[in-house]
């Protein structure tokens, strides 16, 4: 019997599963899909979020701040890409300058330091030049950012693993029932026993807590449609761009990614279907208009992809952190919507703070908070580039050529802890496959070093797990 389960390996789970072990515990993170980072964690503007936004006395408004404080050190200690580029809400006519002095004081209330309103146009336009030319104001937040969240959801659940946590994948949870002590998951791999459950299961989190409490929750999935812009377009504006809700309705926002793309959207759906992450004709017509409203000039034949995420909308609009009253032994991490991504480091001690109370948890002596991510051959000089290669060859092997991704980095991903298991595990990793190609080039590439890492037959690399398989069989087959 373990310790704890926790449902979900997004960030919730994952930073749950990191803070947990920091104390000596048999712990386990159980995941339907075949990798980390599957669900909503994957699919989101990956925007660290000052905290003026969530209501003030919110647990929202709480873990949104600390979380982005806790963001840059955390970037330092597990080594994942983010950019303290700050973000601006843009105010486009007088009259609704109040309303970002509201935003503004309730930042303040909530504890974000440095915020700032600027209604110098100059100094506005030099500091965004691209803003559109009737802008009236400006709510500078200094700390917001930018972050992987792939690389943050990856490295908090290696980091996890090497400090002593089980995650199995391609284990989805059905069902759940009280035992003697605890509780017994049905799963399609069987069963498994805890004392305490953690449910951080994103947009179905309110199936697991209806299956244990009386006191009945609802999530709506709320889709978030984006477009990816090309490197060529990263620059166009160098903080995040919000739009001020407001008489044009709610805006989209537009924002440099830490990897030098343009990222645009999302709009905000909701919708029944769960697993519904596909974008809609008229959910990126919506977005292709709204999105010159703030920003000028915006390149949109630059897009290089689309995508969609889906928000775990609980009708509450709050996070749902605790033992739950009629089920001890369940903790709910639910209705984690955005700021979800920026409070997962708050979120990770909260719920470890509640496990260890409940289980007594002591020190585990042996926690190593740090991480090394795949090296990039990139921060290198060329003078260190070409020792790298002279030590091991595989760096001077090209095999994304978007992205510039080495054989060596795609071999660093597929063996480090939690290693890469299909197409979209290296893309995640390593970003082969994500440029402007879109992998039409290495998919084959990879497939060939998934092959020869894994011994797997060629026809059982999939996409992302499942039955996402690539190769039907050899043409020798049909003779
Ligand atoms: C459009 C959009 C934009 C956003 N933008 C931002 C932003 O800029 N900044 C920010 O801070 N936040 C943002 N968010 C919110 C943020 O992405 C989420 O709050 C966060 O990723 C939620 O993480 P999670 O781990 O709770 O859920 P998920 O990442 O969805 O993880 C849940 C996991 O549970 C697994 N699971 C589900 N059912 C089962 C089962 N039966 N058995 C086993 N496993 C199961 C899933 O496969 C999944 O991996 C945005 C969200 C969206 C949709």
Redesign the pocket.
Known sequence: MYDVII?????????SARELSRYKVNACV????ED??????????????AGYDAAEGSLMARL?VE?NQIMPELARELDFPFNPCGSFVVCLDEESLPDLRTLYERGVKNGVKDLEIITDKARIKEMEPNLADEVAGVLYAPTAGI?C?FNL?IALAENAYTNGVDFKFN????DIRRIEGGWALE?NQGVYETRYVVN??????D??HNMVSGTKIHITP?????CLLDKSAGNHVSR?IFALPGKYGKGV?VSPTVHGNLIV????IDIEDKEATATTREGLDELIAKAGMNVKDLPMRQVITSF?????HEDHHEFIIKELEDAPGFVD??G?????????PA?GRMVAGILKEKLGLEPNPQFNGSRKGILDPDTLTKEEQAELIKQNPAYGNIICRCEMVTEGEILDAIHRPLGARSLDGIKRRTRAGMGRCQAGFCTPRSMELLHRELGLPMTEITKAGGDSKLVAGTNKDRI
């Open positions: 449902i979900g390996a997004g960030v919730s789970g994952a930073a159980l995941e339907r899909e980390v980072c599957c669900g909503t964690s994957k699919a989101n503007s990956a925007i660290v979020h949104n979380g972050v969240p959801n284990t989805e949870v059905t799963t951080a299961a994103g947009v179905h989190a199936k697991f709320r889709r978030g449609d984006y995040t926002l959207g999302p709009t905000a969609a995420g889906l928000r775990a991490c639910a984690i919507e955005s700021p979800g991504l920026t409070s997962c979120i």
